[in-house]
């Protein structure tokens, strides 16, 4: 099963005040992830964004799934996130314009085992002031997938969509030899590129913040 | 209370989370989420815990999970007040 799946939050947006009330964290967390919190210490990671951490991660793996079963349904708490680990190399204070990155080392990143329908994901996340940003494949090696961020000016759907759009299309253009190249969505709703149907692709938008993964076979 | 009625108010409930005015105003059972409100997914959750606050009921995952358009929360609503009873 070939995909990607990704997710972004702009932390700006977020609500900590009641992120952080139990009757909003455990329609994300379940009880065997809360207890990870205070088990694995991860430094400098508030409870706060530990959620989102999360969060996103999960969002992608649904991503992930969803492309090969349109019928699902998200459910974080369906979604178990076994195993977290922190970055190694220190995060960028924060994005300003556009970041784009290629396999995703461990060391520059939060990785995450996940737990979804007797399947195994595994999820490469960054963290710093403004956003969360997770990558989500069904391998623990991520050599063939692309990512990018863009700040944008405007938070408009309309604008967010036709940014990410030209954000993954000017990546593509670079690393695939085809001309006039297109992405369209699946009748399920997913992007792909027309001449290469085998190219997968994920977007996502936050506020001002658009994000790609690509997956190359 | 009548379907009618909670449409009309899950639109107040709605209004922070999207930006498509003309969409939320014309609402009806089959409007998407996502799809045609353009909520984004991180808002989903603040969308069910202000209707467990609107209505004083619970809404636990199973439910949660079926919530995708208008009408599917409106259902979730109300099967959890008649539950109250």
């Avoid at chain 1, 969803?66 to 220190?90: A, W």
Wanted: glycine content about 2%; charged content about 25%.
């Amino acid at each position: 099963m070939t995909s990607t799946g990704n997710d972004i939050v702009a932390l700006q947006l977020i609500n900590t005040e009641r992120t952080l009330k139990k009757s909003f964290y455990s329609k994300i967390l379940c009880s065997e992830e809360i207890a990870l919190y205070t088990q694995i210490n991860l430094p400098g990671l508030s409870f706060e964004n530990y959620v989102w951490l999360l969060w996103s991660v999960k969002e992608s793996v649904y991503k992930f799934c969803k492309r090969h079963n349109p019928r699902l349904r998200f459910s974080p708490t369906r979604i178990k996130i076994q195993e977290v680990s922190f970055p190694v190399t220190q995060q960028d204070a924060g994005v300003n314009t556009t970041q784009e990155g290629f396999s995703f080392l461990k060391e520059d990143a939060y990785c995450c085992q996940v737990s979804f329908n007797a399947k195994t994901y595994y999820g490469r996340s960054f963290i710093n002031d403004e956003l969360i940003f997770s990558v989500v494949n069904n391998e623990n090696d991520f050599q063939d997938i692309y990512w990018g961020i863009q700040h944008i000016q405007d938070d408009r759907y309309v604008t967010q969509a036709k940014a990410v759009r030209s954000l993954a299309l000017d990546k593509l253009r670079k690393i695939v030899s085809s001309n006039n190249l297109l992405i369209a969505k699946t009748t399920t709703g997913y992007p792909e590129v027309v001449q290469n149907p085998h190219i997968k692709l994920s977007f996502a938008h936050h506020g001002k913040f658009v994000a790609y993964s690509l997956r190359l076979n | 209370m009548s379907r009618q009625e909670i449409l009309e108010e899950l639109k107040t409930v709605l209004a922070p989370y999207t930006m498509d005015k003309q969409v939320l105003s014309n609402m009806t059972d089959d409007t998407e989420f996502i799809r045609d409100l353009k909520i984004n997914s991180a808002n989903l959750i603040d969308i069910i815990i202000d209707a467990e606050d609107k209505y004083d009921i619970e809404i636990d995952a199973d439910s949660a999970e079926k919530i995708h358009n208008a009408g599917s929360c409106i259902d979730v609503i109300m099967d959890k007040m008649k539950e109250k009873i």
